[in-house]
C-alpha cells in the first residue's frame, strides 16, 4: 500500500506546515532565505538545526510559559513523516490561534535598531541613552513589536501603545491583556535564555517570538524559537562595542549578496558551507553537543 502523499497547508520562506489533524507538523526545509528572498541555494542540514535548536529552547523555558511542541520524533507521526527527509527536521505541534505580532526584543544595538538610533536616538520609539556605539548592550532589554507581514511584504514596527490597539481590534476587550502578556513573556524568555547562552559562548543580540491561544485561550509560544533564523548570535569571545560582529547566522550569506550586486540570488558554493558550518558551530556551542 503507498503511503498518502501529503501537501503543505501553508509555505513559508524556510517552513512547510502539514495538517495532521488535531495537531500541525512543521517541517523546516534547507531552503535559506535573505532580505525577505528565498535564495536558490539549498543549505544542507539547516532544517534540522532550527528543529533541534527549536526543542532545546522550548524544553528549557516551560517554567515560564508552555509551548506548541509535541514531539519531533517521526515515529510519533503519520508514515508519510517516516523518512530521511523528515527526520530531524519535523516537529508535531499543537494547534493555536496565532496572535498577529512578531514580538521583538532586543539587548544589543545592532541593525536597522542601530540606523535609527543615529537618526534620532530612539530604536521604535524608545528613547535609549545619549553615547551608545554600535553593538553595544542595552542597559535593559527593550520589547520593539512588529506586525506580521504576509510573504513578500515587509514587517511594520509599531510602538507598544500601538500593538494595544492593533491587538484590541482583533480581540475585542483583550488589547491591553495580551499586548502587556506578549511583552513580559518575550522579555523573561529573552533574559532566562540570552543569560544561558552567554555561558556557553554565544551572545543573542536581539530575537523574535510568536505566540498564540490554545484551545482554552491560553497563550503559548509557538513557531521557532531562538533560531540563528529568528535572532541575532554573536560568539562572544572577540565581542567588542563600536563595529559590527560576525554571527552564528545568515551574515555570511548577507554579506556577499550586499557586496556581490548581479548575484541573481545564488551563493557560491564557499558561502553555502561557511554558513552552514555557523549554524553548526552555534547549535554545538548552546546544547554542548554535535547535531
Not at 495532521?20 to 532565505?33: E, F, K, P
Not at 535593559?140 to 501603545?161: L, M, Q, V, W
Not at 482583533?170 to 532566562?192: H, M, N, Q, T, V
Amino acid at each position: 500500500m503507498s503511503v498518502q502523499e501529503l501537501k503543505p497547508i501553508k509555505e513559508g520562506k524556510v517552513r512547510e506546515i502539514y495538517d495532521n489533524g488535531d495537531s500541525l507538523i512543521m517541517v523546516a526545509t534547507d531552503r535559506i532565505s535573505c532580505f525577505d528572498v528565498i535564495l536558490n541555494n539549498k543549505v544542507n542540514k539547516k532544517g534540522k538545526v532550527l528543529t533541534q535548536m527549536s526543542k532545546f529552547w522550548f524544553d528549557m523555558t516551560e517554567d515560564i510559559i508552555p509551548n506548541h511542541m509535541i514531539s519531533v520524533d517521526v515515529n510519533d507521526m503519520p508514515e508519510f513523516f517516516r523518512e530521511e527527509r523528515f527526520d530531524g527536521n519535523s516537529m508535531m505541534c499543537r494547534k493555536l490561534r496565532m496572535l498577529p505580532v512578531e514580538c521583538i526584543v532586543r539587548g544589543y544595538i545592532t541593525g536597522s535598531g542601530w540606523e535609527s538610533y543615529q537618526k534620532n536616538g530612539t530604536v521604535c520609539g524608545i528613547r535609549l541613552p545619549s553615547g551608545l556605539k554600535e553593538s553595544d548592550r542595552l542597559p535593559e532589554p527593550i520589547y520593539t513589536p512588529s506586525t506580521k507581514a504576509e510573504i513578500g511584504d515587509h514587517d511594520e514596527n509599531i510602538s507598544y501603545e500601538e500593538s494595544v490597539e492593533y491587538l484590541e481590534k482583533r480581540f475585542p476587550a483583550k488589547g491591553e491583556e495580551y499586548a502587556s502578556k506578549l511583552r513580559d513573556y518575550s522579555i523573561a524568555l529573552y533574559k532566562k535564555c540570552a543569560g544561558y547562552a552567554l555561558s556557553r559562548g554565544i551572545i543573542i543580540a536581539d530575537t523574535k517570538f510568536e505566540f498564540g491561544l490554545d484551545e482554552n485561550g491560553n497563550m503559548v509560544v509557538g513557531d521557532e524559537m531562538l533560531t540563528p533564523d529568528s535572532s541575532r548570535f554573536w560568539p562572544a569571545e572577540g565581542y567588542e562595542a563600536g563595529h559590527s560582529q560576525p554571527s552564528f547566522d545568515k551574515q555570511f550569506a548577507r554579506d556577499w549578496l550586499k557586496a556581490n550586486r548581479d548575484h541573481n540570488w545564488t551563493l557560491p558554493q564557499d558561502i553555502v558551507d561557511k554558513t552552514i558550518a555557523k549554524y553548526l558551530q552555534g547549535y554545538e556551542l548552546l546544547t554542548g553537543k554535535p547535531l
